[in-house]
């Protein structure tokens, strides 16, 4: 069973602390992407990548930036976090441009 | 930046019952896809369906596409509990990797 994981489901952190989410795939996809879901915003794309070392900057990147040092793992790093940034973050993978994505279950961050 | 647009926002509906939800998009589109959210979790695909075909069935889901109408409908049947979710459509394009969602429907089965 495809599987995509991140590593909490629960976060809180203080405004200006550097924050690491972390995502891993275990399908071998090219694709990874890291979203923010705001209520009645549906989802927003922060940055995503279509290989290793590769990043592309989505709709909302300003006071984020991501790491993808192999094929299976995308992190998302919130260099100085604040309140404005207190949502919940999906990650996500696809084979191919434009597929299907897999999900993971969401990590819901508070920042204080 | 957003392209789907879903109708309606909410949806409220007896167990048993039918749910259609649409969907409207602005660009030319290689495929249109269905996703649903429960209550504060992962999205999971239903049903993808290319710019090519018109309609697509998927167990209790159907799912029509109009590409001149730059428009899509989900038709649950016989609705459950268990449907009560947030569900969502994203179009793939062929000049993008990233796919485009919309805002969502929030469709909720009353027992």
């Known amino acids: 069973d495809v599987k995509v994981t991140q590593s909490s489901r629960y976060l809180v952190k203080r405004t200006g602390e550097k924050v690491f989410l972390e995502c891993v795939q275990d399908?071998?996809?090219?694709?990874m992407f890291w979203y923010r879901q705001d209520p009645g915003l549906g989802l927003r794309l922060i940055y995503f990548?279509?290989?290793?070392?590769?990043?592309e900057k989505g709709d909302i990147p300003e006071g984020y930036s991501v790491s993808r040092e192999k094929k299976e793992r995308f992190s998302l790093i919130l260099e100085s976090a604040s309140t404005n940034q207190t949502s919940m973050y999906l990650c996500?993978?696809?084979?191919?441009?434009?597929?299907?994505?897999?999900f993971g279950p969401g990590t819901r961050l508070t920042v204080l | 930046s957003q392209q789907g647009e879903e109708d309606p926002q909410a949806l409220s509906i007896q167990e048993g019952e039918n749910a259609t939800m649409n969907c409207s998009y602005k660009?030319?589109?290689?495929?249109l896809q269905w996703y649903r959210q429960n209550s504060g979790r992962g999205l999971v695909h239903l049903i993808l369906?290319?710019?090519n075909e018109r309609e697509k069935h998927s167990g209790r889901l159907r799912v029509t596409l109009d590409t001149s109408k730059k428009s899509s409908s989900l038709l649950i049947t016989a609705s459950r509990a268990a449907d009560t979710a947030s569900y969502f459509c994203?179009?793939?394009?062929?000049?993008?990797?990233?796919?485009?969602w919309g805002a969502g429907t929030k469709l909720i089965i009353k027992p």
């Open positions: 996500a993978s696809s084979l191919g441009n434009y597929n299907e994505q897999f």
């Open positions: 399908m071998d996809h090219e694709n």
């Open positions: 990548s279509y290989d290793v070392k590769m990043k």
């Open positions: 660009t030319s589109i290689n495929n």
């Open positions: 369906i290319r710019s």
């Open positions: 994203a179009t793939g394009s062929y000049s993008n990797y990233q796919l485009i």
